[in-house]
């Protein structure tokens, strides 16, 4: 194991993307800074069976078609949605959203969207099975907004019989 | 903002029985949030489950998420990934703020500004 003498001489553990955003929205003039979700508690639910007889579910803030947007913030005319998991377009639209341009792309979807390294896994009965459709998820300033949002993904999974959701932002 | 998006549907799927695992790479969005299970990728944002084409490395990220599932004792396990980006030039260069473009950031947040009072 070697250790690493060169990492807080340039950075710490991790970037911290709340001290980063304030900091360039600040540049941009907005004086309000963005009160981020925090929460104390935390739910937690114990596994009932071995993952290899679970349901697996994908959760994306990516989106399969192109919606307009402005000046940088998420389009806001996307709609919480589920689609099939054999029917996943090539790309998946991600221009609205704030990841890395310059450091990286989207064009390969398992790269955020793991849909085959899970169904590699359910054929080697590592989980169950994948569930036959993945839920996308808009992104919001809105926590209330997101919150209806996340009632309806519950309900979808409940009704597919979903034992594990593995959610991926972009 | 992705990040906070999935931690809060996380929060409410785990309320409801379903075992949850967020796999992300900004991590102190998702911990502020307070999620039961987290796999921290120390990647630029965009590529959480491996780099492109990378197919063994996805593979070895989501796997790492599901072993989280099956062996977490309690809320707020964060997990980070082994995996490496093989550079760190993306930490400062993302949303950079500096004299270099201190003029323009100005400009753009009149341009949204005036947008967004025009939409209401």
């Known amino acids: 194991m070697s250790d690493r003498p060169d990492r807080q001489l340039e950075h710490r553990s991790h970037v911290s993307y709340i001290d980063k955003s304030r900091e360039y929205y600040q540049a941009q003039g907005f004086e309000q800074a963005y009160r981020w979700a925090a929460f104390d508690e935390v739910p937690f639910t114990r596994l009932s069976k071995p993952v290899s007889e679970c349901n697996v579910a994908v959760v994306t803030t990516s989106f399969l078609h192109h919606h307009d947007s402005y000046f940088g913030a998420p389009a806001t005319d996307k709609v919480v949605y589920h689609h099939r998991v054999a029917d996943v377009p090539d790309r998946m639209f991600t221009d609205d959203l704030s990841w890395d341009k310059q450091a990286t792309h989207t064009d390969d979807t398992e790269s955020f969207l793991p849909l085959s390294a899970l169904r590699a896994l359910a054929d080697d009965g590592v989980i169950g099975s994948l569930n036959d459709r993945f839920f996308g998820v808009p992104t919001e300033y809105s926590q209330r907004r997101t919150g209806l949002d996340a009632d309806q993904v519950a309900e979808w999974c409940e009704h597919d019989g979903v034992d594990i959701a593995v959610l991926v932002p972009l | ?120």
């Open chain 2, 1 to 120: 903002m992705c990040h906070q998006t999935v931690s809060l549907v996380a929060r409410r799927l785990e309320a409801a029985g379903i075992a949850t695992v967020v796999v992300g790479s900004a991590r102190d969005i998702v911990e502020e949030a307070g999620v039961p299970r987290f796999v921290f990728v120390d990647f630029p944002l965009g590529n959480s489950c491996g780099k492109p084409g990378d197919r063994a490395m996805q593979r070895d990220i989501v796997s790492l998420a599901i072993e989280v599932v099956a062996s977490s004792i309690a809320p707020r396990t964060t997990v980070q990934a082994p995996q490496r980006w093989g550079s760190d030039d993306w930490r400062d260069a993302f949303m950079a703020v500096g004299d270099h473009n201190r003029d323009a950031l100005r400009a753009a947040g009149e341009r949204r500004r005036a947008h967004q009072a025009a939409a209401r």
